[in-house]
């Protein structure tokens, strides 16, 4: 018995410490650059749920701004603006910057869908990376997540023209996307098509401190097809040019120069994204 | 969830079944089962007035957090698991608990000579530095290892420990990419049971070493920089190690650790290389009437967890105690320290003396005096070169001082206790204290002026009257001063307690000096408990103020809530 | 989901009915803890010369724990030329507060034997959730009786039950109500 034991621990503690310490020498890391390849690659979707009260989302917006810039025209931003650091105070003495409310229906609902508590945290084309539970990640993940969906081969085109009309009081958007699967996928897909709008200013909450004159990007102001978009037929055939058009109602509020529209191609069931286009509301 | 079904029918038959099946049967003689159980369920009421509605509660009022813990012991063997639910977990708990299952089960041998034990189990080596897993319920906190655990007691003051296993990261089953897997080894040596002829000295020696380790898969990781993509090496092991002793002299008693962590980037350091270290020592002297201990730490880049990527309470593989007095008392609690892994230096003293009966100052039945003061401030941190700032991702990172102080100030508390018995039935406890609480460092957030550092001074009189035998009467009142933060509290509470069975509270918490006229607002709360030997049953109803709750030194927030709560215990 | 949480509540108030007073310990389990001066401790060494033992689970930073053995404490000399009885207090403080213990111990001037459970191993194998926790063991080293949380005068009733024990009167299920 005890002889047993003692075999047993010794190996143990042998392959315990014979392999139990990596020391790693200066340079600790090396650089690589990167290029996006817009015609042969998949257009990547990057969420990045935030708040004006998180003292750490900043840091995430410029990561996402990072990547939109080395993979450009193949990653886009939304920034997603829902939960606690977003709720707007009127009363508490210890946030009496925040009185814009930035969450919408469609932020709301992606977040209580995807059960997002803490911010930032962000997904990549809403597919899991390092996990098998959880498509959400600390900022730390994103390059490495972003990396991995770049390289995938395209599996749409994908293109897109909007404008803007004013009558009287109304603002009116109009769309149209238009899109061919390049390989047959199995299962149903969805067009989502949302609106974000650039260069907003206001108080952001910045490590310690409250910058007033913050600029909020990418923020998502709203679907204008429904929360999770229309259904599109036969993404198990690749010769169908899919077109739909929308119009919508802006709100006064929104400045129209400001705002893009982003469409994107998603899993019915697992949100699962394609590929995805960002373009100009005007 | 509903794959699982059947099994969760089965299992929930089991766990409330089985106990009594047991017993019934008495089902082999020798054989004992025991177990423990608890509920926490609040009934969650919408308050405008704390910006609480329906939207904020997700619509979901009736929430939960349980578990039932059963053991079952035959000779030399041990069985047990602990049952959890948390439809939906309360407010305050990580949205990751919702579920239910089985996360904590496990397998265990025991004679003089070994001790196996297979599936999870806790455990500490030394001051636990280097390792330590533990639950804690009310925090949330559980980061047993599931694996398998060797102790060997060879000759009698000698332990060899060894461990090997996965930690718990909510009910996520493992996956080869993300947790490490943990091994460790220990060694524990008592000179006087070693030595025959240290047997009856004075003198007490215990000296300890461990080692640890963590594997991971990745071996590089891609972070974005300005124009360019930043390709880290990662180390796929990741040591801990260091040693211990424990020295005991008469009323004498020392003991310290050192750790040295091995680089570990994480997205708790931002991705630097430097090693860690620690060092956590205590000299205490005490003897009949008199005690006095003196506590002191450095902390350097010591967080250690099983995942890299992971920053919140989870997969702690060590465990750095706070060296901070913990106080209990409501307002006193309102600003609580909290380890800082990334680095700290503190230090602790606290005096405990009691007087007499009958002497000059003790009065005719005596009194005791306890006074503490503790400070925690941040360690040097200096460019490593021309080049690179301070903590900048794929670098070294920073150059310290070995036990050098800051300049910033985390925590200080000043505090005085006076336990007093003025007669048979009157009896009281006073306490003053003075803190300085870094809001920025230990919670991350500043205050609404952008500063970060909230001063508080904070009376406590608790004091209680044995109506009779049985009956007695409990008051306490605080108050809380502060410039900073949410301005002036008071608060008071009064318990009635039946012996041994009944008690029943009415406590208020009263933000008379909030800032905003609005918020100064009254946490009532009324509670009433029935105990029954090991079974407690309480239930009340009223508002929560929102703040942090600590235990050794690991906290969670809290937010602000309004409603009914039912807590049920149980051991058997 | 509703359905779900009904079951598992009705499920846990069933669960002190069922279990309350049938299990006693008939064996405490042997763990290692320490004593007071750090020394290695095996809980199968907690014994009285078959004499009744308390078990008190507590920690330094646990106000009520630190009332009931302050209480305790008044009349302790007492109860032990009286009955015999032996307390054993087992502190449940880890590394952070576990130097605090002796302090405060003597400090107070309490004359229990104090044990350090500093990663509440003890505390696990008797199957502790809340502290304070009270174990009244009989002279042969079964546990029965515990007791859970503390009220001024709940140790009045844990004497008048050693007392019993001592008498040998039977006090696997007492009425607490009754007791003086």
């Excluded at chain 1, 081969?153 to 149209?176: E, F, R, W, Y």
């Excluded at chain 2, 919140?312 to 106080?327: F, G, R, S």
């Excluded at chain 2, 039935?425 to 002026?449: C, R, S």
Aim: proline content about 3%; charged content about 20%.
């Amino acid at each position: 018995m005890k002889r047993t034991t003692y075999f047993l621990l010794s190996v143990l503690l042998t392959s315990a410490l014979l392999h139990s310490c990596t020391k790693i020498e200066a340079p600790y890391a090396t650089t690589k650059e990167v290029k996006a390849d817009t015609t042969n690659n998949r257009w990547v979707l990057l969420e990045d749920y935030t708040g004006m009260k998180c003292q750490n989302c900043p840091e995430a917006a410029i990561l996402g701004k990072t990547l939109e810039k080395l993979y450009e025209n193949q990653v886009y931003v939304i920034a997603v603006h829902a939960g606690y650091f977003a709720y707007p105070d009127s009363l508490s003495p210890s946030s009496p910057f925040y009185r814009q409310d930035f969450r919408n229906p469609t932020s709301n609902t992606w977040s209580s869908t995807f059960n997002v508590k803490t911010n930032p945290v962000g997904n990549v084309n809403r597919v899991y990376y390092n996990s098998s539970t959880d498509i959400f990640m600390q900022t730390s993940e994103w390059t490495g997540a972003v990396g991995a969906q770049v390289k995938l081969p395209k599996a749409a085109v994908i293109s897109m023209h909007n404008n803007v009309t004013i009558t009287g009081g109304d603002t009116t958007l109009s769309s149209s996307v238009q899109l061919r699967f390049l390989k047959k996928f199995q299962g149903s897909y969805n067009l989502c098509v949302c609106i974000v709008e650039d260069s907003i200013v206001g108080p952001q909450q910045v490590g310690a401190t409250v910058k007033m004159d913050y600029v909020f990007n990418d923020l998502l102001r709203g679907s204008i097809n429904g929360f999770w978009g229309e259904n599109i037929t036969s993404a198990n055939d690749t010769v169908t040019v899919i077109k739909k058009d929308y119009t919508s109602r802006l709100s006064g509020k929104w400045r129209t120069n400001h705002l893009r529209v982003i469409a994107f191609i998603q899993n019915a069931d697992t949100k699962q994204v394609l590929h995805v286009i960002s373009k100009n509301a005007k | 969830m509903k794959k699982n079904q059947n099994f969760f029918w089965g299992l929930i038959t089991t766990l409330f079944l089985f106990p009594s099946i047991a017993t019934a049967q008495d089902l082999i003689k020798g054989s004992e089962v025991h177990g423990n159980t608890q509920l926490d369920a609040i009934y969650y009421l919408p308050d405008a007035k704390l910006g609480i509605t329906d939207t904020t509660l997700d619509g979901r009022l009736i929430r939960m957090n349980g578990y039932t813990e059963v053991n079952y012991t035959l000779g030399n063997f041990t069985a047990g698991m602990r049952f959890e639910a948390y439809l939906p977990p309360l407010l305050g708990y990580d949205a990751k608990n919702e579920g239910l299952g089985v996360p904590y089960w496990y397998v265990n041998y025991k004679n003089e000579f070994l001790e196996v034990t297979a599936g999870n189990f806790y455990e500490q080596f030394g001051y636990g530095m280097m390792l330590r897993t533990y639950q804690e319920w009310t925090l949330g906190f559980d980061n047993s290892i599931r694996g398998l655990r060797v102790k060997v007691t060879p000759i009698k003051g000698i332990t060899f420990k060894g461990v090997y296993g996965i930690q718990r990261f909510y009910w996520d089953p493992y996956n080869n990419n993300t947790r490490g897997i943990v091994k460790g080894f220990d060694a524990d040596f008592y000179l006087n049971d070693i030595f025959p002829s240290m047997a009856d000295s004075k003198v007490k020696l215990t000296l300890g070493g461990s080692f640890v380790s963590n594997f991971q898969k990745d071996k590089t990781k891609d972070y974005a920089a300005g124009n360019q993509i930043l390709v880290m090496k990662l180390p796929q092991n990741v040591a801990n190690y260091g040693g211990r002793f424990n020295l005991n002299i008469g009323d004498f008693n020392w003991f310290a650790e050192y750790a040295h962590k091995v680089n570990d980037p994480s997205s708790v350091n931002k991705y630097i290389y430097k090693d860690g270290n620690g060092v956590f020592t205590s000299l205490s002297y005490s003897t009949k009437g008199l005690g006095l201990s003196l506590m002191s730490k450095w902390i350097d880049n010591m967080s250690y967890k099983s995942d890299r990527t992971i920053t919140n309470n989870m997969v702690d593989i060590n465990y750095l105690p706070a060296i901070t007095k913990e106080h209990t008392y409501a307002l006193a609690t309102m600003y609580p320290y909290a380890t800082q892994a990334k680095g700290e230096i503190g230090i602790s003293g606290t005096v405990t003396f009691h007087l007499k009966k009958n002497s000059a100052l003790g009065g005719k039945t005596g009194m005791t005096i306890a006074a503490n003061f503790s400070q925690v401030n941040s360690i040097i941190r200096n460019p490593v070169n021309d080049i690179d700032t301070v903590g900048q991702p794929g670098t070294l990172g920073y150059k310290t001082k070995v036990f050098g102080i800051g300049n910033e100030v985390y925590y200080q508390d000043a505090n005085l206790e006076i336990t007093k018995k003025f007669s048979k039935k009157w009896k009281g406890i006073f306490t003053y204290l003075y803190q300085t609480y870094n809001k920025w460092i230990v919670e991350a957030h500043a205050l609404p002026d952008g500063s970060t550092t909230v001063y508080a001074q904070i009376g406590v009189a608790d004091v209680t009257w044995n109506i009779t035998k049985k009956h007695s009467l409990r008051g306490e009142l605080q108050g809380l001063w502060t410039k900073q933060d949410k301005g002036n509290w008071v608060a008071g509470l009064v318990e009635f307690t039946i012996a041994p069975q009944w008690f029943f509270s009415v406590q208020d918490q009263y933000n008379y000096g909030n800032p905003t006229t609005a918020l100064r607002l009254h946490y009532f709360l009324f509670s009433a408990g029935y105990t029954y030997n090991s079974t407690r049953v309480a239930l009340s109803y009223g508002r929560q103020r929102e703040g942090v709750i600590c235990v050794g030194g690991v906290c969670r927030y809290v937010p602000a809530s309004s409603g009914f709560t039912l807590t049920l215990t149980s051991s058997f | 989901m509703k359905k779900l949480f009904l079951i598992l509540l009705m499920g846990w108030i069933m669960i002190p009915g069922f279990t309350q007073s049938i299990f006693k310990y008939k064996k405490l389990p042997a763990v290692d803890i320490q004593d007071i001066k750090g020394s290695p401790f095996n809980t199968s060494e907690i014994t009285n010369d078959g004499k009744p033992i308390i078990i008190d689970f507590w920690a330094t930073w646990c106000k009520p724990c630190v009332r009931e053995l302050t209480s305790i404490s008044d009349v302790y000399d007492d109860w032990v030329k009286e009955t015999g009885v032996k307390l054993y207090a087992v502190s449940v403080d880890n590394s952070r507060s576990v130097s605090l213990v002796a302090p405060l111990v003597n400090g107070k001037a309490w004359d229990y034997t104090v044990l350090l459970d500093v990663n509440s191993d003890f505390k696990r194998a008797m199957n502790v959730g809340l502290i304070p926790q009270t174990f009244l063991l009989n002279g042969k080293g079964e546990v029965v009786w515990q007791h859970t949380s503390f009220a001024e005068g709940d140790e009045l009733l844990l004497i008048d039950l050693v007392r019993k024990l001592i008498k040998g009167e039977d006090i696997s299920s007492p009425d607490p109500g009754n007791s003086k």
